[in-house]
């Protein structure tokens, strides 16, 4: 599995993004970190990764969040209000990222709350969300079997660790989730998220630490990688 973790630079409040640079640092050999200062720039930047690493099957993004909401640097990246009939704000960069994504991709925002309801108080994500309608739109965009994922928590610097995202899973709400007419509540979310990415889950470098020896094949992508990085 690829797991490309991209965070942003040069946004406001730069503080909690560059606490978390510098923690994951450079990646490991199962997830690989870029730094991207506008949304325009992302599309080019997961090709150049795709040129080495090969198609992605998770892209991590990682900025400033809110409650429908992405930023990439001082811009919004993906952005949606509680109506699914609106557009999509970023839908024109998320067509340009499927050459290099494969066919069960996940994209995963990872600012704060971005997949919440109004309020982080409130217990069942309700239908109308913006946080919801946004992973929905970004899933209908990304199209195949690919999945939207984001936050239903604060994230800092806690979340992280040199393999990526480190959170549990029941810190994610899918597009596929979004999809239930009676939407999950707070106290059900973990089995229900689980179940859902069981398929993942033995995958996931941060659910399973990359073995001590690590392969030529492995290496030799990592060494690629940081040529295209520096």
């Given amino acids: 599995m690829i797991n490309l973790l991209v965070i942003g630079v040069g946004g406001h409040d730069p503080g909690p993004i560059e606490r978390v640079a510098k923690k994951v640092g450079r990646g490991t050999n199962d997830c690989y970190v870029m730094r991207c200062g506008s949304p325009e720039h992302l599309p080019q930047l997961v090709a150049r990764a795709a040129s080495v690493l090969g198609k992605i099957d998770l892209l991590d993004i990682y900025d400033h969040g809110a409650v429908g909401r992405m930023r990439l640097g001082p811009q919004i990246l993906f952005s949606s209000d509680d109506n699914m009939g609106s557009i999509l704000v ?79 899973l029941t810190a994610l709400w899918s597009s596929s989730a979004s999809l239930d007419h009676d939407p999950v509540k707070q106290d059900c979310r973990g089995p229900h998220i689980q179940k859902f990415y069981e398929p993942y889950t033995a995958n996931l470098p941060r659910l399973a630490p990359p073995p001590p020896i690590v392969s030529l094949a492995r290496r030799a992508r990592r060494a690629l990688f940081d040529l295209i990085v520096v």
């Avoid at 996940?106 to 997949?115: K, S």
């Avoid at 239908?127 to 199209?143: H, N, P």
């Fill in 90 to 168: 970023g839908a024109d960069i998320a067509r340009a990222l499927l050459p290099h994504l494969t066919e069960t991709a996940h994209v995963r925002l990872l600012g704060c709350n971005t997949a919440g309801d109004r309020d982080l108080t409130v217990e069942p994500l309700i239908s109308d969300s913006a946080g919801r309608c946004l992973l929905l739109k970004l899933a209908l965009e990304l199209g195949a079997h690919r999945v939207a994922d984001g936050t239903i928590i604060l994230v800092n610097e806690l979340a992280f660790h040199p393999g990526g995202f480190s959170k549990d």
